[in-house]
Nanobody
């Protein structure tokens, strides 16, 4: 089981930037695909970005393409989400998640970090 902890959330004005980080406690971090999800009040949790274990493939939700960048450092057991040009609709709790590479289900989740974007 992988333990995940997110940091970096906060409040920012529209157009600003934030960088979220996720630290994983596992001896086999490089074997996991990693993702960032978000959930706004009254909405379903959605995948915003994902990266495979070797960082060869990345996925972004259409709503964040060109603004968000996911990266990972397998030597440090971390994954980051750089968020630029933030919009009010980006306001949500952001969660770090992990899964075995090639699997469709995400089985490991962090506690989440709040991102609030004001106009």
């Amino acid at each position: 089981q992988v333990q995940l902890v997110e940091t970096g959330g906060g409040s920012v004005q529209a157009g600003g930037s934030l960088r979220l980080s996720c630290s994983a406690s596992t001896r086999t971090f490089s074997l996991y695909a990693m993702g960032w999800f978000r959930q706004a009040p009254g909405k379903e949790r959605e995948l915003v970005a994902a990266v495979d274990r070797s960082a060869h493939n990345r996925h972004y939700a259409d709503s964040v393409k060109g603004r968000f960048t996911i990266s990972r450092d397998n030597a440090k057991n971390t994954v980051a989400l750089r968020m630029n040009d933030l919009k009010v609709e980006d306001t949500a709790v952001y969660y770090c998640a992990a899964k075995t590479n090639g699997a469709t289900a995400w089985s490991n989740w962090g506690q989440g970090t709040q991102v609030t974007v004001s106009s």
